[in-house]
């Protein structure tokens, strides 16, 4: 049996006026029978706008009434999907597009054990449109009544999941940061995406606006090996990966091979010898350190690895004077 929830966009926003964050248990008396998940909750991005992360699994089959007057929707799902009934139409929102819409309301099903990551960006249709300044008459006619009309349409604007848009997300999903950087740093990724995204809507014209699957499939590996670079101290692990780009486990190594003839974990190897070689030329840190910031836990474990990648030992790659003031940087 589906659990019956309703929420107010509106009145979302009139809260946060008030306050950084409402968490969804205040809105949603039964969120945490619903949705397992470390945070779910509405975060303001300014006056007129705020931001929802999505990043749960569903603990039972649920109906969400919205209430969302001339209020742009932007979703962007990085795994997972969900059903959205608006009207008379029923659409699958999943990781293939990113979706801009604009409707008074809507109803998102999701069924037992789903598991969503991504976010919701919803702001004010003025607003959108006088900050952003987006020409509403050069777009296609099909898409100008999401942004001119308090009515919005039923058919929502899809643009592609760019690697950068999806970086962006995956940066504000992974935030390690604590309050109030947290909440800092969510603003600047969230303001990120709606200007890129108002940048791509303001040069649509008459373009197609689909995105390939094959294409979709790839730019999800060139996010994964971004990952990869990008956390070189704590590399996730291929399901873990896996799961952030929205891929299984098979189309993630195959995909691999095909974009850079290795494994995901050999290309993360690679980046974390390779990271650590240049860390070791510029004879500012000590061996250990170096292990440290690569991900390795301690000297010995980081050396063996080190000496298998390149057939020679971390302290080759020393430079001389910094290779004698640490000569005592040595395996106990």
Do not use: W
């Not at 109803?107 to 789903?114: E, Q």
């Not at 095909?258 to 995901?264: D, Q």
């Not at 993360?268 to 292990?291: D, P, Y």
């Amino acid at each position: 049996m589906q659990t019956l929830l309703n929420l107010d966009f509106r009145t979302i926003q009139s809260e946060l006026l008030k306050r950084d964050f409402i968490h969804s248990s205040e809105l949603l008396s039964v969120a945490s029978q619903v949705f397992r998940t470390k945070e779910h909750g509405y975060r303001r991005i300014d006056d007129h706008s705020f931001l929802h992360v999505l990043n749960f699994e569903a603990l039972r089959p649920y109906s969400l009434a919205l209430v969302r007057p001339d209020l742009i929707c932007i979703q962007i799902v990085m795994r997972g999907s969900y059903m959205r009934r608006a009207v008379d139409r029923i659409d699958v929102v999943d990781s293939t597009a990113v979706e801009i819409s604009n409707l008074p309301r809507s109803t998102s099903d999701a069924k037992l054990g789903a598991k969503l990551r991504g976010l919701l960006i919803v702001c004010e249709r003025q607003h959108f449109i006088d900050t952003f300044k987006l020409d509403v008459r050069s777009l296609p006619q099909a898409y100008r009544p999401i942004f001119a009309s308090q009515l919005g349409s039923v058919e929502p604007m899809r643009l592609p999941l760019t690697p950068s848009l999806a970086t962006a997300t995956d940066q504000l999903l992974a935030c390690p940061y604590p309050e109030p950087l947290r909440t800092i740093h969510a603003r600047a990724k969230a303001m990120e995406i709606i200007c890129e995204l108002a940048t791509r809507i303001n040069t649509l014209g008459a373009r197609s606006t689909g995105v390939p699957p094959a294409r979709h499939r790839e730019q999800a590996i060139e996010i994964a090996a971004a990952i990869y670079r990008r956390e070189i101290d704590k590399p996730p692990s291929i399901d873990q990966l896996a799961g952030r780009v929205g891929l299984n486990r098979n189309e993630l190594t195959s995909g691999f091979r095909v974009l850079f003839g290795s494994t995901p974990r050999a290309y993360g190897h690679m980046i974390r010898m390779e990271h650590a070689q240049a860390l070791l030329r510029s004879g500012t840190l000590s061996i250990s350190e170096v292990a440290r910031r690569v991900g390795y836990e301690g000297y010995s474990s980081f050396s063996r690895a080190f000496l298998a990648y390149f057939d020679r030992p971390p302290a080759s790659n020393l430079p001389n004077l910094a290779r004698m003031a640490r000569s005592g940087d040595a395996e106990p």
